[in-house]
């Protein structure tokens, strides 16, 4: 069954001893190597730290869980702990290694856009003698009690925290997520009306177009039905609906009517050939 285990851990066999630190033993040790380095952003033109593990070991004995001095309990034996979605280590050695550069290499790391910093080593280990919580599936193994990572995909911790922290732990996360999961959900909704709103005003807009072009189109045929192709022939080229009635010089043209010619923009030019307009003389038709 699924169960949460108590207990402190004592290991099995030879324990593991720290690199750097005297008298420290325990059952799980992991040595990391980190390189830490600034990196040219093109797109914010900023140096941004950066990160990367260049190397890590791990290293484990096997080990029980035990009751506490006092306590009444049995041993429980902890199976795959690298497996356990939160394992519990501790920083029992930390020291950063700045990188040494000579004035050539500051040149060339500006040129390439990456600057070293150094690197970080860490050790960390779960020690014996440490008080741990095993949340997993329970099984008997030949008279001994195992805890395992559940089968059917439920996670697996062995945390430093009781079993209530650890609960109010990951219900926070659960809660962390829905709150996240509903500010997406409302940053979705909002963008898809924004892309609707913008798609309906175009449609709008092609369609105000289009009944602007039919009501032109239907103005030039009444036009022309009403008062004949010779009407046409001497309606301004601007509005189509009143009669030619300025002759622009010098080119000579006869294309407008007195109102369009006062609302061209200036310089006025000719609508027909685009010259100049120097002056306008009136034109009476008998």
């Known amino acids: 069954p699924w169960i949460s285990v108590p207990g402190v851990v004592r290991s099995v ?14 059952v799980v040790q992991r040595l990391t190597l980190q390189e830490h380095k600034m990196v040219w952003n093109r797109t914010t033109h900023l140096w941004n730290d950066y990160e990367k593990i260049i190397h890590q070991r791990t290293n484990t004995t096997p080990f029980d869980l035990v009751p506490a001095e006092g306590g009444a309990g049995v041993t429980v034996r902890v199976m795959k702990p690298l497996d356990a979605a939160e394992l519990s280590l501790e920083t029992v050695y930390e020291k950063f290694h700045p990188s040494v550069q000579s004035f050539t290499d500051v040149i060339g790391h500006y040129i390439s856009g990456e600057r070293p910093k150094g690197i970080q080593e860490t050790e960390q280990m779960l020690k014996v003698g440490t008080a741990l919580t095993g949340v997993g599936e329970l099984v008997l193994d030949n008279a001994t009690i195992k805890l395992q990572p559940p089968k059917q995909g439920m996670p697996y911790y062995l945390s430093a925290l009781d079993f209530e922290s650890l609960l109010q732990k990951q219900e926070s996360s659960v809660r962390f997520w829905k709150i996240l999961t509903v ?9 898809l009306f924004f892309l609707l709103r913008k798609q309906y005003r175009h449609h709008r807009e092609k369609q105000h177009l289009r009944q602007m072009q039919e009501e032109f189109r239907q103005a030039q045929e009444r036009l022309t039905n009403a008062e004949g192709g010779e009407t046409l022939k001497n309606a301004c080229v601007v509005c189509l609906s009143s009669t030619k009635s300025c002759v622009f010089l010098e080119c000579g043209h006869v294309c407008s009517c007195h109102k369009c010619y006062q609302a061209l923009p200036e310089p006025k030019k000719c609508p027909i050939c685009r010259q100049g307009i120097t002056r306008v003389v009136p034109l009476y038709n008998s």
Not at 13 to 26: I, P, W
Not at 183 to 191: H, L, P, S
Request: charged share 15%; glycine share 8%; with cysteine.
């Open 183 to 191: 500010v997406f959900g409302f940053a979705t909704c909002a963008v």
């Open 13 to 26: 066999k030879e324990t593991l001893s720290s690199q750097f630190v005297e008298n420290c033993k325990g």
